[in-house]
């Protein structure tokens, strides 16, 4: 007599593989504050120079991008991660807001009849390196937030991706007016800068950053995501 067969699933990372995703995750998050920081300081500072809305809502962005990685280290650092990580979410959700808030008030001034953005080279020298720099960062942190089944690694890795759009779309607005003038470049692109804002701060403040469970860091095995956030132990 034949035994029955038993379906084994796979129970996802062990405990050596998850402490060297852990670190991983918490590198690549200090890796992310450190840039973010430049960014920020650069990018404020410029549009300041340059009367650029788009800019400064870029440099605000990055500090959005700070807050989200530092809410990432903290939640890791604590006990019990998956307990923090509501708060974390939502304070990166009302930072979001915020920052739609400011650039949208900032960009309908600028369109009715405000300052005209002048040229900025450091501003659009910036834009070109995040387009470099973002897209290597997102990948490895969402790659091992994945394999780990971290719905809060895998959200900071979309804020920094989400940078990399952001940069695309502001070297976009600062070419268009220093080539050919169009001072409302800026500003709308400043908008375009706005409605993403709305959308990831909506998407924060719900959770969906990723389909793990809430009551535990690994989701079971053979779960699937909608939105592309994979079992541990795939790293798609």
Not at 114 to 126: D, K, N, P, T, W
Request: charged share 15%; with cysteine; net charge neutral.
């Amino acid at each position: 007599m034949s035994l029955p067969l038993i379906n084994l699933t796979p129970a996802g990372p062990s405990a050596q593989r998850r402490a060297v995703l852990a670190r991983r995750v918490r590198l690549l998050v200090a890796a992310t504050i450190t840039y973010n920081v430049v960014e920020a300081v650069v990018a404020i500072t410029a549009g300041a120079v340059a009367s650029s809305t788009a800019l400064i809502g870029f440099g605000l962005d990055s500090v959005i991008e700070v807050s989200s990685a530092a809410a990432v280290a903290w939640q890791f650092a604590g006990r019990d991660p998956e307990s923090r990580e509501k708060v974390a979410l939502r304070v990166i959700a009302v930072s979001f807001f915020a920052l739609a808030a400011y650039v949208t008030v900032e960009s309908v001034r600028a369109l009715v009849g405000g300052a005209e953005a002048q040229h900025s080279s450091v501003g659009m020298i910036l834009a070109a390196l995040s387009l470099a720099v973002m897209p290597g960062l997102s990948y490895a942190q969402r790659r091992a937030g994945r394999e780990l089944g971290s719905r809060s690694a895998v959200a900071d890795s979309k804020q920094t991706l989400l940078c990399t759009y952001l940069s695309a779309v502001l070297l976009v607005g600062l070419a268009l007016n220093s080539l050919f003038g169009w001072s409302w470049a800026d500003p709308v692109a400043a908008l375009v800068i706005a409605a993403v804002a709305v959308k990831e701060g909506r998407e924060a403040w719900r959770g969906d950053a990723c389909c793990a469970p809430t009551t535990g860091l690994v989701a079971p095995s053979g779960e699937d995501c909608a939105d592309g956030c994979c079992t541990p132990g795939s790293a798609r």
